[in-house]
């Protein structure tokens, strides 16, 4: 291929992917990835140094130990907490609950786990922690459903009724598992009462904030993670609300301690003790990119306040949705928002239909979420690029097309 034929090749290669920086953008929970991440991700790639054994990478061993450091101080975990980055939040979820069993059943790891785990968390937790069941070794019927508000909240006054129906059945509660925010609805559980419950309950409370958790960032949303700090582990994803590429996420647990627990591997010829920031014993992968520099340098350029007044305007826009949506005829939308997604229906008919001639006409995308059985659109607003205008044609087209 000569550099002639590299430029065209890229641009028909571009042409056809999926534009994450364009305004219509409003389907999946990706990033368009701000440059200083960009240019991380080209360091990464020329100088490739996998960092999760220190002495194969200690910059970027170093600057991820700063940047979990970090990200523990946002969550309130302090000095005490422990962390690692993981390619992804279902990786994420996996290591977080691996400490969970760890915890619950302290030699699963050389014998195996009893047949009588259970893990708690409502059927809108997102897919991955089923996987992790199974992937652990629980078993995917393991997973007891806890009952929830009709949007799929937790209800927290029927936590109580839910432990006794496991502990009735026999099986011992591995961890209980909320959102923040969920998947499908972009909705955040109560953290804090939750997490009183787990506590007074001897229970392991871990937090799905792979979406969410990046509101810690900004002042007028930090509510909503009110109590975030009770929770023994938090999954929290660069890739969706810090603006990194895929993949860039944290584990993050309360005491440090449980993630090391949680891997019991030994390697003579990798594992020699304390050389440096060595993450390898917390960690499923060995080869581990240096997912820390995207984040490093985006916290760098933008700084904190950055960052979260990238979150509010995200969250301020789908709000923004919300309103103009109301306001027209036809629209019907089940709650307002709390985040940067936001679920509607637009008149009776079948709303994939809407979704389908929406994406085949290549201006917005849209992906769609069941609430309630029902199929709703669904909007989860990541480019900065998108504004009034981008919301105004959007809502135009939808009542063309749904009209
Ligand atoms: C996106 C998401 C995940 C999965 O994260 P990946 O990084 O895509 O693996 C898990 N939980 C929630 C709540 C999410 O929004």
Redesign the pocket.
């Known amino acids: 291929m000569t550099p002639e034929a590299y430029a065209e090749f890229l641009a028909v290669y571009l042409d056809e992917g999926t534009r994450f920086h364009h305004p219509g953008h409003l389907g999946h929970?990706i990033a368009a990835p701000d440059f200083p991440a960009a240019l991380a991700d080209l360091v990464h790639g020329a100088a490739n140094n996998p960092m999760a054994a220190y002495e194969m990478g200690a910059a970027a061993a170093t600057v991820e130990f700063e940047v979990v450091r970090w990200m523990l101080d946002k969550a309130g975990y302090g000095q005490a907490g422990g962390g690692v980055l993981t390619h992804?939040?279902?990786?994420a979820?996996l290591t977080a609950l691996l400490a969970a069993r760890a915890a619950a059943v302290p030699d699963a790891w050389e014998n195996g786990i009893p047949g009588d785990l259970a893990l708690l968390a409502p059927e809108s937790a997102?897919y991955?922690l089923t996987r992790a069941a199974a992937i652990l070794g629980l078993g995917e019927r393991a997973v007891v459903p806890l009952d929830t508000d009709s949007l799929g909240r937790i209800d927290v006054a029927r936590l109580p009724e839910a432990l006794d129906r496991v502990r009735r059945a026999g099986r011992r509660p591995m961890a209980l598992v909320a959102?923040a925010c969920?998947?499908g609805t972009g909705l955040y559980d109560d953290l804090r009462r939750i997490g009183e419950f787990c506590a007074a309950n001897g229970l392991w409370f871990h937090v799905?904030g792979?979406?969410g958790a990046s509101a810690l960032l900004a002042e007028g949303h930090r509510r909503l993670l009110d109590g975030v700090e009770l929770a023994d582990s938090l999954?929290w994803?660069a890739?969706?609300m810090l603006r990194t590429s895929s993949?860039a996420?944290a584990v993050l647990v309360r005491r440090g301690d449980a993630l090391d627990a949680a891997f019991r591997q030994r390697a003579s010829y990798l594992f020699y003790g304390d050389q440096g920031f060595d993450s390898i014993g917390r960690t499923v992968e060995c080869s581990k990119a240096e997912l820390g520099l995207k984040i490093f340098l985006n916290l760098a350029w933008r700084g904190e306040r950055g960052l979260g007044e990238y979150v509010a305007r995200q969250y301020a826009t789908a709000r923004r949705l919300w309103e103009l949506a109301r306001e027209r005829p036809g629209f019907a939308l089940p709650y307002e928002p709390e985040s940067n997604i936001v679920c509607f229906r637009y008149g009776g008919g079948d709303q994939a239909a809407i979704r389908e001639a929406l994406t085949a006409d290549g201006a917005f995308h849209l992906t769609s979420a069941e609430i309630g059985g029902v199929r709703h659109l669904r909007a989860s607003v990541m480019a900065p690029a998108t504004d009034d205008k981008t919301l105004h044609a959007l809502l135009d087209r939808i009542t063309e097309l749904g009209g």
Do not use: M, P, R
């Not at 992804?88 to 990786?91: M, P, T, V």
């Open positions: 929970q992804g939040g279902s990786l979820n997102h991955s959102a969920a998947t799905d792979a979406h999954t994803d890739h969706k993949l996420a």
